[in-house]
């Protein structure tokens, strides 16, 4: 097992914020294989050496991975200064320690993974890991052929140049355009920011897919624990070819 730092063991072992668990490792209440550890930054192997803080000893809490279909309206984050509903809030009876793999925006919905398996966080929004993610994406207006390809090669943000992508129209008329979007890295908000620069507005973005699992038939503000073959096909970093239905990079 990879090597965690302190401070972020004894969080997702249940003893506080990681802000508290270094105040707690400072005042010397922490123990490690029997020596007091006041440095903050070490790094340990829960799995493998005694931890201990105060009269407890540490255990570490088993892996879990939730896929949650997010909402409009609720927030990517643990916690939020504005008081808004995060994506734990829609948690109900889940009592390990989780946090969100990857970003949607406010206004976006779809595939939101939750996890305390910091390994698998890595690979699922490190972009080095190239996985893929697919948007359901309703814009305003008939979409040119020329800014198709145009997106499709990648445009100027002010981070960058956005990533080649995958572009699949699903439906267009006079009025709406339909796509799916594949994205294997992502800039803030990529999606919206990129057919804002030729002059669409997205009306609704949805995440459908991650690496090789779908989010299917599951219900908005429901979830679901993810089984071993699930997290296999999460790390896909091809997403299955398919012929668009009819019916992005990290969205942020």
Request: proline fraction near 6%; glycine fraction near 8%; charge should be positive.
């Given at each position: 097992?990879?090597?965690e730092r302190?401070?972020?063991?004894?969080a997702?072992a249940?003893?506080?914020?990681?802000?508290?668990?270094?105040?707690?490792?400072?005042a010397?209440?922490?123990?490690?294989?029997?020596?007091?550890?006041?440095?903050?930054g070490v790094?340990?192997?829960?799995?493998?050496?005694?931890?201990r803080?105060?009269?407890?000893?540490?255990?570490?809490?088993p892996?879990?991975?939730?896929?949650?279909?997010?909402?409009?309206g609720?927030?990517?984050t643990?916690?939020?200064?504005?008081?808004?509903?995060t994506?734990?809030?829609?948690?109900?009876?889940v009592?390990?320690?989780?946090?969100p793999?990857?970003?949607?925006?406010?206004?976006?919905?779809?595939?939101?993974?939750?996890t305390?398996?910091?390994?698998?966080?890595a690979?699922?929004?490190?972009?080095?890991?190239r996985?893929?993610?697919?948007?359901?994406?309703?814009?305003?207006?008939q979409?040119?052929?020329?800014?198709?390809?145009?997106?499709?090669?990648?445009?100027?943000?002010?981070?960058g140049r956005?990533?080649?992508?995958?572009?699949?129209?699903?439906?267009r008329?006079?009025?709406?355009?339909?796509?799916?979007?594949?994205?294997h890295?992502?800039?803030?908000r990529?999606?919206?920011?990129?057919?804002?620069r030729?002059?669409?507005k997205?009306?609704?973005?949805?995440?459908?897919?991650?690496?090789?699992?779908?989010?299917?038939?599951?219900?908005?503000?429901?979830?679901?624990?993810l089984?071993?073959?699930?997290?296999?096909?999460?790390?896909?970093?091809?997403?299955?070819?398919?012929?668009?239905?009819?019916?992005?990079?990290?969205?942020?």
């Amino acid at each position: 097992m990879p090597l965690e730092r302190l401070h972020k063991v004894l969080a997702h072992a249940g003893f506080g914020s990681r802000r508290a668990c270094e105040q707690l490792i400072a005042a010397g209440t922490v123990q490690v294989d029997g020596k007091v550890v006041t440095q903050m930054g070490v790094k340990v192997d829960p799995e493998r050496q005694k931890i201990r803080c105060g009269d407890r000893y540490v255990k570490t809490p088993p892996k879990v991975v939730y896929l949650l279909n997010k909402p409009r309206g609720v927030i990517s984050t643990t916690r939020d200064e504005r008081g808004r509903r995060t994506v734990l809030h829609l948690l109900r009876g889940v009592r390990e320690r989780v946090y969100p793999a990857g970003r949607l925006d406010v206004e976006s919905q779809g595939m939101i993974i939750m996890t305390n398996d910091g390994d698998l966080a890595a690979k699922l929004t490190h972009p080095r890991y190239r996985i893929p993610k697919t948007y359901h994406v309703i814009l305003r207006g008939q979409l040119s052929p020329d800014v198709i390809e145009k997106a499709r090669r990648g445009v100027w943000l002010s981070e960058g140049r956005t990533r080649p992508s995958r572009l699949n129209i699903v439906k267009r008329t006079r009025e709406v355009t339909v796509l799916e979007v594949t994205l294997h890295e992502g800039m803030n908000r990529e999606v919206r920011r990129v057919f804002a620069r030729f002059g669409y507005k997205v009306r609704r973005l949805k995440r459908v897919r991650i690496g090789g699992l779908s989010l299917g038939n599951l219900p908005e503000g429901h979830f679901r624990e993810l089984n071993p073959e699930d997290v296999r096909r999460l790390l896909l970093s091809e997403a299955p070819s398919r012929e668009p239905a009819a019916a992005g990079r990290e969205e942020e």
